[in-house]
């Protein structure tokens, strides 16, 4: 049977929810999975909510619609928590990875009683300390690999290293401090 990874991202617009649903797919598409990466658009405006989706499989997929029932979802910004149901159709045993400061246990009563993994990382301060700026992309993104396992991790951060070389190939500084902000996020993904 073809096992796909489903993960629904919800952000706001600008946080670059989008970009880092694009770029785990692009990871993911160089490691030799098939991928699905595409965002859906309501109110295109700064701070609106946006959602995204990824779908990664050893196989090729053919379903081609939003995702209802994901494996994973990625909070990239704490305030949705009382705006959307982020867990809607999350599965039980798949996991939420959310961008807060704050210790999954203390979210657990703002999830409509979703049982399963509850997934934090303080994605500011990571950003700040390597970016010098907030990006909680970059590590949200290094969280999601991390508790869905997806990707193997030592090749998720080699190859997101080629790409952001190849990207910022003219602003070295920016690769050294996205790729120090990959791997601290890595370490401080905080679980329930």
Same mark, same amino acid.
């Given at each position: 049977?073809? $096992?796909?990874? !489903?993960?629904?991202?919800?952000?706001?617009?600008?946080?670059?929810?989008?970009?880092?649903?694009?770029?785990?797919?692009?990871?993911?598409?160089?490691?030799?999975? =098939?991928?699905?990466?595409?965002? %859906? =658009?309501?109110? #295109? $405006?700064?701070? *609106?909510?946006?959602?995204?989706?990824?779908?990664? &499989?050893? !196989?090729?997929?053919?379903?081609?619609?939003?995702?209802?029932?994901?494996?994973?979802?990625?909070?990239?910004? %704490?305030?949705?928590?009382?705006?959307?149901?982020?867990?809607?159709?999350?599965? #039980?045993?798949?996991?939420? /990875?959310?961008?807060?400061?704050?210790?999954? %246990?203390?979210?657990?009563?703002?999830?409509?009683? =979703?049982?399963?993994?509850?997934?934090?990382?303080?994605?500011?301060? /990571? &950003? %700040? $300390?390597?970016?010098? $700026?907030?990006?909680?992309?970059?590590?949200?993104?290094?969280?999601?690999?991390?508790?869905?396992?997806?990707?193997? *991790?030592?090749?998720?951060? *080699?190859?997101? !290293?080629?790409?952001?070389?190849?990207?910022?190939?003219?602003k070295p500084q920016v690769v050294e401090g996205n790729m120090n902000c990959l791997k601290e996020a890595m370490k401080e993904v905080r679980e329930a």
């Amino acid at each position: 049977m073809n $096992r796909i990874t !489903e993960i629904r991202w919800h952000g706001r617009g600008g946080q670059g929810a989008k970009t880092a649903c694009l770029l785990l797919a692009d990871v993911a598409f160089t490691a030799g999975k =098939y991928v699905q990466g595409f965002p %859906e =658009y309501g109110p #295109e $405006r700064m701070g *609106a909510p946006i959602t995204a989706f990824n779908r990664i &499989s050893d !196989e090729r997929c053919t379903v081609h619609s939003n995702i209802y029932n994901p494996d994973f979802v990625v909070v990239v910004d %704490e305030t949705l928590l009382e705006a959307v149901d982020v867990t809607a159709g999350l599965k #039980e045993d798949g996991a939420i /990875v959310i961008n807060s400061t704050k210790d999954p %246990e203390e979210l657990k009563p703002l999830l409509h009683g =979703y049982k399963g993994r509850v997934c934090t990382i303080d994605a500011r301060t /990571v &950003s %700040e $300390r390597n970016l010098g $700026r907030y990006f909680p992309n970059t590590p949200m993104l290094a969280a999601i690999v991390k508790v869905s396992g997806v990707l193997d *991790a030592d090749q998720f951060i *080699a190859d997101m !290293e080629d790409s952001f070389k190849h990207k910022f190939a003219s602003k070295p500084q920016v690769v050294e401090g996205n790729m120090n902000c990959l791997k601290e996020a890595m370490k401080e993904v905080r679980e329930a």
